[in-house]
């Protein structure tokens, strides 16, 4: 177990980290315009790490839901439709304002789980889901690991990070958020690296990637603070960390949302 004084001060560099690293590196001047606009318009937007003035802006958009949008249309409501889903646990690549093939796969993804009818345009009912609180994790999830935070799920550059990033030294011991079977265990293509999977029951999905090392199989059955595997810089990683998902059904889902908070012991030592 580690002592009380270890956690604290790796508690407090988290905090530190979280505000010094994750914020200017989350969120390019348009995704933050697009993100007032899309909370001004009622729709769900998580936690946001910067707040651009608004003269970032330009004035001659027309904002979402205020027409239907068709595959190969352009403008800064499809750049909402892109920003609004990948919110809801859909991203669908680059947030450029065109409604291409992955954007259309993504609504279609959408619709699919929150159960609205697959219109292709973004319908009423479809702008009704996304200003809706998309679901989070039933089960507590622990943390896989303690240390610094990198970025969060949200926005980052002209993309959507779905996740959250762990900053560790690779070799650094990585631990199930809960118990659950192991569902993927392995290298995986598209830019995850080695990657382990855990499915938990009640629709959640735990995902570690860039591992090193990987400790277990698929299929296995493990206990809530198991060791899977070492922290690496596997695909696409710039440095060793832990890029960690929460997912619940087929969203994505934030992590800082489901993973249980330790209150406590960073308030005492914020205030000593
Ligand atoms: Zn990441």
Redesign the pocket.
């Known amino acids: 177990m580690p002592t009380l004084p270890l956690k604290a001060v790796s508690l407090l560099a988290l905090a530190c980290v979280a505000l010094s690293i994750a914020a200017p590196a989350s969120a390019r001047p348009e995704s933050a315009a697009l993100d007032l606009e899309l909370r001004a318009g009622g729709f769900y937007v998580g936690l946001t790490h910067s707040a651009e003035p608004a003269t970032a802006l330009s004035s001659d958009r027309r904002s979402l839901g205020s027409r239907p949008l068709h595959l190969r249309e352009t403008g800064w409501d499809v750049a909402e439709l892109q920003l609004a889903l990948a919110w809801q646990g859909f991203p669908s690549g680059r947030i450029d304002g065109r409604f291409g093939l992955q954007l259309a796969a993504a609504l279609a993804r959408f619709q699919r789980a929150v159960g609205v009818p697959a219109d292709p345009v973004a319908a009423a009912t479809t702008i009704a889901a996304l200003r809706r609180e998309p679901p989070r994790a039933s089960i507590p999830l622990a943390w896989p690991l303690l240390a610094p935070l990198?970025?969060g799920f949200g926005p980052r550059g002209s993309r959507f990070?779905g996740?959250?990033?762990l900053i560790a030294s690779a070799g650094t011991p990585v631990t199930a958020a809960a118990p659950g079977r192991v569902t993927w265990a392995g290298s995986r293509p598209g830019g995850w690296g080695k990657l382990v999977t855990l499915s938990h029951g009640h629709r959640v999905r735990t995902m570690y990637?860039h591992l090193s090392t990987v400790r277990v199989k698929v299929g296995q059955w493990i206990a809530g603070g198991t060791v899977l595997g070492r922290v690496g810089a596997t695909g696409d990683a710039t440095g060793p960390?832990l890029?960690f998902e929460v997912r619940v059904g087929a969203a994505a889902t934030d992590p800082l949302r489901a993973l249980v908070r330790i209150p406590d012991v960073t308030e005492s030592v914020q205030s000593g």
Request: net charge negative; no cysteine; glycine share 22%.
């Open positions: 990198g970025d990070h996740g959250l990033d990637a960390h890029h």
